[in-house]
Nanobody, 127 residues
Framework: VQLQASGGGLVQAGGSLRLSCAAS????????????MGWFRQAPGKEREFVAA????????SYGDSVKGRFSISRDNAKDTVFLQMNNLKPEDTAVYYC?????????????????WGQGTQVTVSS
């Protein structure tokens, strides 16, 4: 499975960004809906942090404590894409954001339980 993240950039505090992650190259007999999806981030000098995850159907979601109420994860199985809408951004949200796919119907908040990773997209929030 190949994951291509996009949508990062430079934004002022209080602004918004929408990240996208397009998935492709699924194993024979499987599709995007065979995978739960997650977003993680990593700031310089820090460990990778769970941001959000969504199950295969899009009906259940989970968020990291630091982004609850500001970020929203969604997916479009017809377009093989997962999104992360980020509102009211803060300088501490500055990081490289990674999307990940897990070959399970349920999601996980642990990065070592994901099977595929995108290349990351930089988000920088200025104060």
């Amino acid at each position: 499975v190949q994951l291509q993240a996009s949508g990062g950039g430079l934004v002022q505090a209080g602004g918004s960004l929408r990240l996208s992650c397009a998935a492709s190259r699924f194993p024979s007999g499987f599709s995007f809906s065979s995978y739960s999806m997650g977003w993680f981030r990593q700031a310089p000098g820090k460990e990778r942090e769970f941001v959000a995850a969504v199950i295969w159907s899009g009906t259940r979601r989970s968020y990291g404590d630091s982004v609850k109420g500001r970020f929203s994860i969604s997916r479009d199985n017809a377009k093989d894409t997962v999104f992360l809408q980020m509102n009211n951004l803060k300088p501490e949200d500055t990081a490289v954001y990674y999307c990940a796919a897990r070959f399970r119907f349920s999601f996980s908040i642990y990065d070592n339980e994901y099977d595929y990773w995108g290349q990351g997209t930089q988000v920088t929030v200025s104060s």
